[in-house]
């Protein structure tokens, strides 16, 4: 059996080489490469699939969050909550808009943020709490939503790796006042390249979002405010359109293989298998365990993945080091320790291949590395 790798793209792409192949095809003969009919129809297919009635699509789920920043004023002054164990384009968003991010830390169970304990940070500056539905599991939005709607401030979800999870029978990304989604290759529905798209059910914030993303302008040459240059290609739309009518079977395929997992690893001392919550329908973009001989050190999780990976399989780590601990964030004066969970995460997390296509062979194969990498780490 060759390696096993995070994820294995060359499987989903042979499975609609052909649709992907003359769409691809039918683009490059029109001539038209940016923006045009195809984008505006991939935009309002994907605002139906989230349940919003606006959708605006972008270059990347980085421009994403920060057109949904600009959208809502958050700028220079301004607080906006977020979780320090996520991509740095979480918060680097909020930066580049001008704001500050404010860590609170995580429900160690869900690598999402505690939102027990979302009340202590807001502030006067607080304009916006920014929840991760990490790895695809669901925040409890319903106490999220609570806490904005106590404190008249925003909700922007960041969807990133959760493309259709559900926190009760909403999708996520059309429960806050805007969602902001990937389609960077790795994610649930991934093009060939980067793309992203802003989610909302106000029109006045989706109107920003278009006039910020085509450099602050609603007709050409005349600009009305600072903008960029943030635009889906027309190639990214052809393709993710053929994919989103897949994305269901491959979400359900992922979740046969968490199931699959779960069941492996349950019988194994040491690994804490990832937990869901009540009322959240994940969709496994990552499928990360914790390992609890690496609970002191992450030194250990990093001789288990080196030995899994002598074994042929290929192990990932989201996320070595927290935002807060990060050189970029220094400033924010945040001391070790100050987040224990996250930085607890930060050493014991390991994901697991993850992919809808993943066979049991080889995720049998997973397993039994990592059970001999765990006697090679204890021992």
């Known amino acids: 059996m060759s390696a096993i790798p995070?994820?294995?793209?060359?499987?989903?792409?042979?499975?609609?080489?052909?649709?992907?192949?003359?769409?691809?095809?039918?683009?490059?003969?029109?001539?038209?490469?940016?923006?045009?009919?195809?984008?505006?129809?991939?935009?309002?297919?994907?605002?139906a699939y989230v349940g919003t009635s606006e959708c605006v699509v972008c270059n990347s789920g980085t421009d994403a969050l920060y057109l949904a920043l600009r959208a809502l004023n958050i700028g220079p002054g301004d607080e906006v909550i977020t979780s320090p164990f996520t991509f740095i384009a979480t918060a680097e968003m909020i930066s580049a808009a001008g704001a500050t991010p404010v860590f609170v830390?995580?429900?160690?169970?869900?690598?999402?943020?505690?939102?027990?304990?979302?009340?202590?940070?807001?502030?006067?500056?607080?304009?916006?709490?920014?929840?991760?539905?990490?790895f695809g599991?669901?925040?409890d939005m319903a106490a999220v939503m609570a806490v904005a709607e106590r404190y008249q401030i925003a909700v922007i979800e960041d969807c990133a790796q959760s493309t259709g999870a559900r926190w009760g029978e909403q999708q996520v990304g059309s429960i806050g006042?805007?969602?902001?989604?990937?389609?960077?290759?790795?994610?649930?529905?991934?093009?060939?390249?980067?793309?992203?798209?802003?989610?909302?059910?106000?029109?006045a914030i989706a109107e920003s979002a278009r006039v910020i993303r085509e450099h602050g302008s609603r007709v050409r040459y005349y600009h009305e405010t600072v903008g960029i240059n943030s635009r889906l290609d027309v190639l990214q739309a052809a393709i993710l359109q053929i994919k989103l009518r897949y994305l269901d079977e491959w979400n359900a395929r992922r979740t046969a293989v968490a199931e699959e997992y779960e069941r492996l690893l349950a019988p194994i001392p040491g690994v804490i298998t990832p937990q869901t919550i009540a009322g959240g329908t994940p969709v496994w973009n990552q499928y990360t365990i914790r390992l609890e001989a690496a609970a002191?050190?992450?030194?250990?999780?990093?001789?288990?993945r080196q030995h899994m990976q002598t074994q042929g399989v290929l192990p990932m780590v989201y996320y070595p080091l927290p935002l807060h601990q990060q050189p970029v964030y220094a400033h924010l004066g945040y001391q070790p320790g100050s987040l224990p969970v996250s930085e607890q995460a930060a050493r014991q997390v390991l994901s697991l291949p993850m992919f809808p296509e993943l066979s049991l062979d080889q995720q049998a194969k997973v397993v039994y590395s990592?059970?001999?990498?765990?006697v090679q780490a204890v021992h």
């Open 6 to 47: 995070p994820i294995d793209l060359t499987q989903q792409f042979q499975s609609i080489q052909d649709e992907v192949g003359a769409a691809v095809m039918q683009v490059l003969a029109s001539g038209q490469y940016i923006n045009g009919p195809l984008v505006e129809t991939f935009a309002n297919a994907f605002g």
């Open 137 to 139: 599991q669901p925040i």
């Open 177 to 203: 006042h805007v969602g902001a989604f990937s389609f960077f290759p790795t994610k649930n529905l991934g093009g060939c390249g980067d793309g992203g798209a802003l989610t909302t059910n106000d029109p």
């Open 105 to 134: 830390d995580i429900d160690l169970s869900t690598f999402n943020l505690d939102v027990h304990k979302l009340e202590q940070a807001i502030t006067e500056k607080t304009r916006a709490i920014m929840p991760v539905h990490l």
């Open 296 to 304: 002191a050190d992450g030194a250990v999780r990093d001789r288990i």
């Open 370 to 374: 990592l059970k001999e990498a765990l």
